[in-house]
């Protein structure tokens, strides 16, 4: 069974803090992804990785950075947490010839 | 740019009505347009997809068709159930699998979905 897993799925932070969220993709996925969930918003793209070590930004980027040394694992990382950035985090991975993704379940970080 | 519009919910229904959630896309060229559903709790699985104009992607009772002249992909179930609780987001992929699109996908904003017994 195909599986993207991701490393918390609550997290509480204070305002200021660094936070690291992982993901992890056992599907030897060439791309991987992250999203953030808002009510109303749906998914809004925020990095993605098509190779390891490369990266691109997505729709928004700003206040996020993003690491993948290996293949599998693909990281967001929040330098200076801010309330605003409170939300569902969803990690996906995707094959380079196919455009289905799979999808963590999420991670609901709250930053007080 | 891409963008994908969907009816805004929420939508209840009760057992065996019959759904549909209504989906139109903006894009170039003929891009790739999928389904995804949203269980209670979980991350987001792909229900149906379709890839050229006048497919039918189907699962599990579910149904969409891909209008190029209407840039439209709604999602259909003849008589949902209970269980079909979630929130659904439709979504498209730019033309062409893999190069430089690398599969991003641009999602609608979601309908979520009641239905009562």
């Known amino acids: 069974d195909v599986k993207v897993t991701q490393s918390s799925r609550y997290l509480v932070k204070r305002t200021g803090e660094k936070v690291f969220l992982e993901c992890v993709q056992d599907?030897?996925?060439?791309?991987m992804f992250w999203y953030r969930q808002d009510p109303g918003l749906g998914l809004r793209l925020i990095y993605f990785?098509?190779?390891?070590?490369?990266?691109e930004k997505g729709d928004i980027p700003e206040g996020y950075s993003v690491s993948r040394e290996k293949k599998e694992r693909f990281s967001l990382i929040l330098e200076s947490a801010s309330t605003n950035q409170t939300s569902m985090y969803l990690c996906?991975?995707?094959?380079?010839?196919?455009?289905?993704?799979?999808f963590g379940p999420g991670t609901r970080l709250t930053v007080l | 740019g891409n963008s994908v519009t969907q009816m805004e919910g929420p939508v209840t229904l009760s057992e065996e009505a019959f759904l549909t959630i209504n989906c139109t896309y903006t894009?170039?060229?003929?891009?790739?347009l999928f389904w995804y559903v949203q269980y209670p709790g979980e991350g987001l699985q792909l229900l149906l997809k379709?890839?050229?104009?006048?497919d039918k992607g189907s699962n599990k009772g579910f149904e969409a068709t891909y209008r190029k002249e209407t840039t439209s992909f709604h999602l259909e179930k003849g008589s949902v159930q209970v269980s079909d609780s979630a929130v659904y987001f439709c979504?498209?992929?730019?033309?062409?699998?893999?190069?430089?699109?690398?599969?991003?996908?641009?999602f609608g904003q979601g309908t979520i979905l009641t239905v009562h017994p």
């Open positions: 996906a991975s995707g094959g380079s010839w196919d455009n289905e993704q799979f």
């Open positions: 894009a170039t060229g003929y891009p790739s």
């Open positions: 990785s098509y190779d390891v070590k490369m990266k």
């Open positions: 379709a890839t050229k104009a006048d």
């Open positions: 599907m030897d996925h060439e791309n």
């Open positions: 979504a498209l992929s730019p033309a062409g699998a893999g190069g430089t699109s690398y599969g991003k996908l641009t």
